[in-house]
């Protein structure tokens, strides 16, 4: 049944039709003094018995609402013969004519969420989540369909499944595609039916964040769609809901705490960047969880075999114990650190999360580039990789400026058996030759010089040569430091795309360039050569 829009309800006037389901119906309306609200109107006799249960969730909601501005707030509940009815803070509206509650399910009819917005919205979210568990209860059917915003800032809604932690469920509540696989099966464990509940919401919640991040339904999960760039925040997200919605139980985060940790951890590498050592501690973590779950297995498993167990238990649990992973080493962060050369003698400044790659990590790196690819690998590409190792065994430094897969912009420092004199000495134009001339034989590059120019930097005389190997790919900003005994070389190359930003940081971070005495001595007697 429908209330006719415009007529009082209890006081308040209906002023528009919301929405309804098999149980109840949402209206926009407007109390006495004039305030808007939503106020939903449930049947009794649609729910039959269940009536109670659904006015025993909205009445538990209500009491935990009084301090949490982080939940949808409810004003007044209320019952007659025939229904019972609650009214709420009503939903923005998505069009400016017509009053169409903005929810997350309509923002994600256009698509995923804009990069800028997605974490602000999932974190409100998850707060609202971690404030209904922490009053001991759980929400029970999570969906964008069921997320609104009020002043812009998402709040879930339709709380009527609200059940308290401890609660024996009798029942499946939810909507089957935010529900774990394991609640969906005919077969599933009656035990985990009845106590898995909250972790159900992260679940869930998990489905939530896949949708936010790609647009698609809850049904495409895990796929990303055709065409979809795979950015930072993307990345994250993807990782963060496979974690809460992986298809073993028992290798799910399922946690609120540990999720919550997720969380702020997405949020420092948005705002700094993913280093090395971050993605070392994901896979580290991961395998932890694979192996935890494993063993989880293997452990119910052994229960159910008891005369099995015995047989093999010391055996079992020495290998257990024996390949279970350490934690990772974690190491306090400052927002710079300063780089030391002692074969010329200066020091520099870099932004920390720009990691040298040491010669046996590159030697790890290469092996693994070369055996995953195999023949697959370009032939450029695995003498790039040669490059890399040979630059690295005679005792230059390569240093990674961000973790792109297909190509990481770096700096590389090395110095050059050739006096700097001769250099000092040599013309201009055989100069640009010989750079353009440089990589051209085993790599088969097409270099293509942008500028050039001789300099002094840092009171070193110093060539400068702007140039790209593979022009509108690649480009490279080199410094030639020139003394009695050696040249040394220190080159930015990174994507085109990226080549502005990094020229910018590269700058700055040659600005802090210091070279020692004995340095500034041994280049002295070139300043003065023609």
Known sequence: MNFEVGTLFHGIKLLRYCGGGAYGEVYYGED???KRLAVKIVFKEKLGDAWQRELKGVVNYRRITENAPELLQLFHVEEDADVFFYTMEAADSATDDVYTPDTLARRLQKGPLPQGEIFRILSAIF????????AGFAHRDIKPDNILFVKGVPKLGD????????ATLTQ???TMDFLPPEMRAADGDEFVRRISH???DLYAFGKVVYCAATGNGPQEWPTVPAGQKLSLPLKFFLRFSFQLCAKDPLKRLDDIRAAEAELNEIERKLLYG?????????ITRRTGVAARGNFLHTAKWLVRHWLIVSLVLLTAGAAVWYFWPEPPFDIAKVPFKTYRNDEVGFTMDLPLDWEELTYATAQKTIKEAIDEEGDKLPEIERKRLQFLDELLRFGGTYIVCDYDNTFPDNITIQTLPIKGEEYQ???DDELRFSAQQLFRGDLEYKTQIYDFKRTEFAGVPCIYIDLSHQPGVIRTNNYLFLFRDRVMSIALTCKDATYQQRKAQFSSVLSTLKFDKKALELSESLKTRK
């Open 172 to 174: 499946i509540a939810g």
């Open 159 to 166: 709380i009527g499944l609200l059940s308290s932690l401890d």
């Open 127 to 134: 707060a609202g989540i971690r404030c209904i568990h922490k």
């Open 198 to 200: 909250p972790r159900n």
């Open 425 to 427: 000495n040599v013309s």
């Open 274 to 282: 993913e280093t090395w050592r971050d993605k070392l501690r994901y």
């Open 32 to 34: 006495i003094s004039g």
